[in-house]
């Protein structure tokens, strides 16, 4: 009778603790950078923490790009920042990217 040997897994097993860090995605390491941190506190101290869009407040605020990075906006210009709740930096998020790929 044949004897069946065993073959060695194929694939190597993916650890589920991976930790993504900022600055990871393409672009994304500007916004670790002292610079942008600096303008990021200033504006936030300055304008207070109020969406500049709905007047919300009591949530977390972003510092958004009013024309984005990728779409050629100013990184450092502080009239290209507009702070903004996570909902409406999410709804302007998406119709910038809509935009660009023109699907709008």
Request: proline share 4%; aromatic share 4%.
């Amino acid at each position: 009778m044949a004897r069946l040997t065993m073959l060695r897994p194929r694939l190597n097993t993916i650890s589920t603790r991976l930790k993504v860090t900022r600055g990871t995605e393409p672009g994304q390491a500007f916004y670790s950078t002292p610079e942008w941190r600096a303008l990021r506190d200033r504006l936030l101290r300055e304008r207070g923490r109020k969406c500049e869009d709905c007047g919300r407040t009591g949530t977390r605020i972003y510092c958004d790009h009013v024309e984005e990075i990728s779409d050629g906006g100013a990184p450092l210009d502080e009239a290209n920042v507009r702070l903004r709740c996570g909902s409406c930096h999410t709804t302007k998020t998406a119709d910038a990217r809509a935009r660009r790929h023109g699907l709008r």
